[in-house]
């Protein structure tokens, strides 16, 4: 049996498994909230993440199967959709993104706890797992890096908000910073965004 | 530095387990980008309010007065006796969780202290304590503790991320009203002096100058006259509102965020537009340039005190009635609690449209309409002419400010005009508007930048229906008819739905609105080229 045919087949098992090992980083009352409601109106961050994990578990199984690699423009959105809440919770960022490699872990588990084991498998193909899952583990960071950005540009484009009008009425804002794309959004005319756009 | 002797195996196997604690022994760390700053001094001193003293929340000793466990004692039983809601509310819950998922801070952090019914059992902790005899004999047995300061840390912390949006209330089976929870604590820490900047700096900002912002009567008018350069610019109209005018039927009050914040600015555009279309007989003022009442975060004494500016310039005025524009909690304040604190104001008239000649039953007490009342109408009559095509390039949706919706039951009218000003609306899910809307998540005055986080925490419930809508019908605005909405969720929905908008739904209007005497459109009210209208070059 390849790797692959073994995660297809108890894919169901390994995304439980795994979305249980990520709720553990809740509080209890939170993680039963997060397991059992299943409307992913009334309970986003539950949902979000369960339909993340089981959406980059079939990602995987494609790679180890076609050989090609991860598709990026697939698994961006679904490490999108779950570390962009995580990177506004209660977490450190090796938190915010662990849970990555904690598919490892998962893994291995269900596979020593199959008939014949981890001698099952090629080493070549575990390898190549591992080195998947550490690639997805790398672009979360970027994606963490990216909402923590976001985070620090919403506060700076507050205040230049709440400003603009003000300095731009008192002839405060410099020519100069006036052809600062930063300033772009705060243009109060067609006139003025095309004259910064040329 | 450290040997690092972890083996890649053990990296692998960290433990990110909270620890099993019950809440009353978890203790409450003041994280960063969580919290809003504290209030400057002299803030507090212009309105008065006790205690003024130098802290910083991230500070271990906030410095709080000698005595500070009998104010808040004191303070305690005088609400008590005051409000019998509070009294009951404090009384009657019986922890049956049916709250504890609804509040969109909760669902967004996953911190159980944000469950409604946890977050009121901080403050009932201290009230069984204290005031009931099981409590004082049977302590934690009872639900009951101590008071000490890291109380008032958690207080603080916990009731400052709540935004007294009521959701919760909608789904407790005994009606308890946990905003008024909130507000109760939130008396409490005032009278420590423990106040947020966001919410002193504009509270006395409109004590003095009659407007959250400060801004005075020359820079309300300039400001008000830069827009007037933009409305001539796109429909070649000239417009000349004025202020301060003695004899006017109307007064027109909106909130001062409109006048310079984007996208607010566009519905104050709006709002100029359409009044000037109708030749309504209407006045703005310099000095009630306010609709907002952030004393409403503060206590029920200065909300009283910031509301009756409104009513005062009415009657020096001497207008018939009042207008207001597009928000939110100015509308539960009017709604649900002007009656009470200066009512009737039985030196105006009943609201009567001048257009329409319809009577305005619902304000008949507080002689004061909600604009999307008055358009409603004026739609409903056929009294303007729409050019919805204009709109076109909008796929739009609409957010329930929590205020308007749950504090006031305005459900069907800013629906009625965005469907008769836009060809394309689309509803968020069901359980996700009207009277179960997802608050904006930074009402209440925390809608300041250092808490960013926490805003965003809040904003995802609302901000993860708006992106259903978005795959599905390919939403690109965000139409509300709150000013506080329309400053949060464009940070809201740039960091959860980008690519989304956020604008007034008399921004809309202004867009349809075809006025007399205008000339041929090009530009929408942002001065953006108008899709298949361009100006050719």
Redesign the interface.
Known sequence: MKLYEFLSENKTAIVSAWFNEIL???????SN??KN?K???????GQ?ILDGMEGLISQIIAALKNREGLDNGRTDPLLDGIV??RA????TP??AV?FI??L??VVSGHINNSSNGASEFSGNELIEMGSIIDTLSLRAFDIYMS?RE??YE??A???K??TF??LQ?ANLINESRMSDPCFL??K???KE?KEVLK | MAKFTAKPKD????D???P?TEWMDTPTEI?E?MFCHATKAKDLETVEFPNIHEWRPQDEDWNLPANWEQIVLQGMQDLLKKYRSFQLFMDICVRCGAC??KCHF???????KN?PVLRAELLRSVYRGNFTLAGKILKKIAGARELTPSVIKEWWYYFYQCTECRRCSVFCPYGIDTAEITMMARELLNLLGLQLGWIGGPVANCYMKGNHLGLEPH?IK??VE?FLD?IK?ITGITIEPTFNRKGAEILFVTPSGDL???PG?YTAMGYLMLFHELGLDYTWSTYASEGGNFGFFTSNEMAKRLNSKIYAEAKRLGVKWILGGECGHMWRVIHQYMDTWQGPADFLQEPVSPITGTKFENAKATKMVHIAEFTADLIKHNKLKLDKSRNDHLVVTYHDSCNTSRGMGMLEEPRYIINNVCNHFHEM?E??IKEKTFCCGSGTGLNA??N??LR??GG??RA??VK?VKEKHGVNMLANVCAIDRATLS?SV???VPGTAVCGTHELVANALVMKGEKERT?DIR???LPGKEASE
């Open positions: 553990a980083s809740y509080p209890s009352d939170t909230f997060l409601k409307d992913r109106f009334a309970n986003p961050v979000t962009r809440i506004i919770q209660e977490f090796s938190e662990g490699l904690g490892k872990q909402c976001k985070i919403l506060k484009n507050e205040a908000k709440l009008r003000l009425q959004n705060f109060n005319t067609d965004r | 990296l692998i196997n960290i990110y387990t909270p099993k994280r980008h504890a998922d909760f669902i967004g952090s996953g911190d159980p469950m820079t300039s400001s830069f933009d610019e310079f914040a984007n600015t899910p359980d996700t930048s250092e960013m986080e965003m925490r995802l419930p993860n229906a259903y940070a740039d960091y959860w530009l001065l953006e080229p």
